[in-house]
C-alpha cells in the first residue's frame, strides 16, 4: 500500500474554491478508481487557506492511475493549482494499523 500526504497551503481567498474543486474531483476521481483505497481531505478551522489531503493507493501504478486520470488533469493539476502557495508531497510507510 502506498500512502501519500499533501499539506496545501491556498492563496488567500480561496479556501472555499478549493473545497469545492477537491468535492467534485472526489466523486469524478477517487470513488470511480480501483485502486485508490481512500481519499481524504481535512481543513483546519483555524487556518484559513490550508488543506491536507491523505490518501492511499493499492500501489504505486493505483497512484500514476489516480494522477494520470482525465478528472485530476482538469481539477487537481489544472484548477486547484492555480490556487495553491506551496505544498509538500510526503509519501509514508505504514508501521501499524487498526
Known amino acids: ?10 492563496e488567500p481567498g480561496n479556501q472555499a474554491r478549493a473545497e469545492e474543486l477537491v468535492r467534485r474531483f472526489a466523486d469524478r476521481g477517487p470513488a470511480r478508481e480501483d485502486g485508490t483505497l481512500s481519499f ?22 493505483a497512484y500514476d492511475a489516480h494522477t494520470g486520470s482525465a ?6 493539476a489544472g484548477e486547484l493549482a492555480d490556487l495553491i502557495v506551496e ?8 508501521v501499524v494499523g487498526l
Do not use: C, S
Not at 481524504?40 to 501504478?61: C, I, K, M, N, S
Open 1 to 10: 500500500m502506498l500512502a501519500k500526504v499533501f499539506p496545501i497551503h491556498l
Open 40 to 61: 481524504r481531505v481535512y481543513r483546519d478551522p483555524r487556518t484559513p487557506g490550508y488543506l491536507l489531503f491523505v490518501e492511499h493507493f493499492a500501489d504505486r501504478a
Open 71 to 76: 478528472a485530476y488533469k482538469e481539477l487537481i
Open 87 to 94: 505544498f509538500v508531497e510526503i509519501d509514508h510507510e505504514m
